[in-house]
């Protein structure tokens, strides 16, 4: 990430700082761009605001996890070690091109595993009103996450 570039959280990153107010106001700006976007490049659309921009698909981890922070959904956090140090939603691409995986992470022994289905059920919520298909698996383990991704070509909303 290059200083001052808006990066949002996918919960592979380090906790927020002392900055709450400011990095609140940040990722308002960059939602509200990405509802601008959308407003101007969905012209088709019967609701610009409920499909995902182009720009969005061609960069579908870091849409999600901007969607997911803008709603005040907690991400999960690494120290810089790598451990985890915080419990909440973690994206990352998705196995198949134009997919994010949405997992729900915390530090060993911290709960997440008891969390997942209410908290992932929710992501899946809060994307799926911004036109993203969310879909509830269980992976290893019986850990459940989400595969997301674009609403199916064509399809609008």
């Given at each position: 990430?290059?200083?001052?570039?808006?990066e949002?959280?996918?919960g592979?990153?380090p906790?927020?700082?002392e900055s709450?107010?400011r990095?609140?106001a940040?990722?308002?700006?960059a939602?509200?761009g990405?509802?601008q976007?959308?407003?101007?490049?969905?012209t088709?659309?019967?609701?610009?605001?409920?499909?995902p921009a182009?720009?969005?698909?061609?960069?579908?981890?870091?849409?999600v996890a901007?969607?997911?922070?803008a709603?005040?959904?907690p991400?999960?956090?690494?120290?810089?070690d790598?451990?985890?140090?915080?419990t909440?939603?973690?994206?990352?691409a998705g196995e198949?091109?134009g997919?994010?995986?949405v997992?729900w992470?915390g530090?060993?022994?911290?709960?997440a595993?008891?969390?997942e289905?209410?908290?992932?059920?929710?992501c899946?919520?809060e994307?799926g009103r911004?036109?993203?298909t969310?879909?509830?698996?269980r992976?290893?383990?019986r850990?459940r996450f989400?595969?997301?991704?674009?609403?199916?070509?064509?399809?609008?909303?």
């Amino acid at each position: 990430m290059t200083a001052g570039t808006f990066e949002a959280a996918t919960g592979d990153g380090p906790a927020p700082g002392e900055s709450g107010g400011r990095r609140d106001a940040e990722v308002r700006v960059a939602f509200e761009g990405l509802m601008q976007i959308r407003r101007l490049t969905n012209t088709r659309a019967e609701d610009p605001q409920a499909v995902p921009a182009a720009w969005e698909v061609r960069q579908v981890a870091r849409s999600v996890a901007l969607v997911l922070e803008a709603a005040g959904i907690p991400a999960s956090a690494v120290d810089g070690d790598g451990a985890r140090t915080a419990t909440g939603y973690r994206v990352e691409a998705g196995e198949r091109p134009g997919t994010a995986r949405v997992e729900w992470a915390g530090p060993p022994g911290g709960g997440a595993a008891h969390e997942e289905q209410e908290a992932l059920t929710r992501c899946a919520a809060e994307l799926g009103r911004l036109g993203w298909t969310a879909l509830l698996y269980r992976g290893p383990r019986r850990r459940r996450f989400l595969e997301v991704e674009p609403p199916a070509a064509g399809r609008t909303r």
